[in-house]
């Protein structure tokens, strides 16, 4: 069973930072590359980056792109997602899980998320 907790949302001006921390316990967590999801009001969850298992390798979607860096320390089972230059459409809850690639795209292992944290950017 994996258990995530993700934190470090707010509300920030466009321009703005925030750093996002997403606390993983479970086999699955340490087997799996980990992404940050979001989802935005009326819209679907959509994947934003992964980190492999090592820290090794870093994936981006293009919209966060030089914008967004993911981090994670395994010795502390802990995933970041520093984002800065915030605009107003980095509206969303965002939610960390394990993920895998399949089909060509970034997607969650398993059904299961946390309860996400919520990210509002002002303009």
């Known amino acids: 069973q994996v258990q995530l907790v993700e934190s470090g949302g707010g509300l920030v001006q466009a321009g703005g930072s925030l750093r996002l921390s997403c606390a993983a316990s479970?086999?699955?967590?340490?087997?799996?590359?980990t992404g940050w999801f979001r989802q935005a009001p009326g819209k679907e969850r959509e994947w934003v980056a992964t980190?492999?298992?090592?820290?090794?390798?870093?994936y981006y979607v293009d919209s966060v792109k030089g914008r967004f860096t993911i981090s994670r320390d395994n010795a502390k089972n802990m995933v970041y997602l520093q984002m800065n230059s915030l605009k107003p459409e980095d509206t969303a809850v965002y939610y960390c899980?394990?993920?895998?690639?399949?089909?060509?795209?970034?997607?969650?292992?398993?059904?299961?998320w946390g309860q996400g944290t919520q990210v509002t950017v002002s303009s």
């Open positions: 479970g086999r699955t967590f340490s087997s799996y590359p």
């Open positions: 899980n394990a993920v895998q690639w399949v089909a060509a795209a970034w997607g969650p292992v398993g059904g299961y």
């Open positions: 980190i492999t298992i090592s820290g090794g390798a870093t």
